[in-house]
């Protein structure tokens, strides 16, 4: 009995030898199957970035004459980079955005908020209502631009709407006015989004324990300290991830705007990624529009890092 044991015993440990060498090899070959994938995406996502790069320190253009790949006789000794500091044009379109942004995403994340917690309870008709609450995302860019651009015409919807309200005559000029026309792009973008950060919380709403906020009932809270002590800290990560999203993509605000304002009156909507269009369309200095869109996804993945070390610290403290 006991040389059958040993001979199990043995056998076992041979064995639990034997699985790291197996583990090894999986991923040996695991590495090996998949690298010509890696090797792509490499390729798709770091050459168009060194060549952003190549570019950005030099002054060629497609009026130069030359190949891209010859663009290192035209070095400019960073000149570009000089030259965007002191852009005011530049700083004046990264302010429109920081606009934007610091209105859109707050208002879109409030209503999103606001709705999720709506739909988090059954209603009568809620299939219909989530519906219809969702179509706007799903409607192109630059089609929601152009119905905006109708809708805030002097002969639009919108004063029509106005003048019944007021009883008397509306013709406001929208998107003719520096300051109304950034206000209606702003409204175009909040309704086009904030069914994107409803779903997005939505999602974070349905997953709080419902364990807890029973318990927190049948302890005397009320449903706003149920909702600021129990739902919010549970939906901290899901915040993040819909705000960061948000940002990220309010920075590249473009077709919308673009349809509805094309940057006027004058330079009033021209937010940075219209400036970079310009550029790149009409006055055609790639080398700068390089060194523009090289400094603007520093920033982006700075917020991006900022984004997913916030998620790491909220993993890591119990909510």
Do not use: H
């Not at 056998?11 to 690298?35: N, S, Y």
């Amino acid at each position: 009995m006991s040389a059958v044991m040993a001979t199990i015993s043995e056998d076992a440990m041979k064995t639990a030898q034997a699985r790291p060498d197996l583990r090894d090899e999986g991923a040996r070959l695991g590495f090996r199957l998949t690298l010509p994938a890696q090797i792509l995406v490499l390729f798709i996502s770091a050459f168009p970035l060194l060549m952003q790069l190549y570019i950005s320190v030099t002054d060629w253009s497609p009026l130069s004459g030359l190949g891209w790949w010859n663009a290192w006789s035209l070095w400019n000794n960073f000149a570009n980079y000089t030259d965007l500091a002191a852009d005011a044009r530049f700083w004046s379109a990264l302010k429109r955005t920081a606009i934007v942004m610091i209105v859109c995403v707050p208002a879109e994340f409030l209503l999103g908020l606001a709705l999720a917690t709506l739909f988090a309870d059954d209603f009568p008709g809620k299939r219909i209502f989530y519906s219809i609450l969702l179509m706007p995302m799903m409607v192109v860019p630059a089609v929601a631009g152009y119905m905006f651009f109708m809708l805030f015409q002097s002969g639009g919807p919108v004063n029509d709407i106005l003048s019944s309200l007021t009883g008397s005559p509306v013709t406001i000029a929208w998107l003719s006015d520096p300051t109304l026309a950034l206000f209606a792009v702003m409204v175009a973008d909040i309704w086009q989004w904030t069914p994107l950060m409803f779903l997005i919380l939505l999602a974070g709403l349905v997953g709080v324990p419902e364990d807890q906020i029973k318990a927190a009932t049948l302890l005397g809270a009320n449903p706003w300290q149920r909702f600021v002590t129990i739902v919010l800290p549970k939906m901290k990560m899901i915040i993040i991830i819909a705000l960061a999203i948000r940002v990220i993509e309010n920075f590249k605000i473009f077709d919308t705007l673009y349809i509805m304002t094309g940057g006027g009156p004058g330079v009033a909507t021209e937010t940075i990624s219209v400036y970079i269009y310009k550029l790149t369309t009409q006055d055609l200095i790639w080398g700068y529009v390089a060194a523009i869109a090289l400094a603007i996804l520093i920033v982006l993945s700075i917020v991006a890092v900022l984004a997913m070390r916030r998620m790491a610290r909220s993993r890591e403290v119990p909510a």
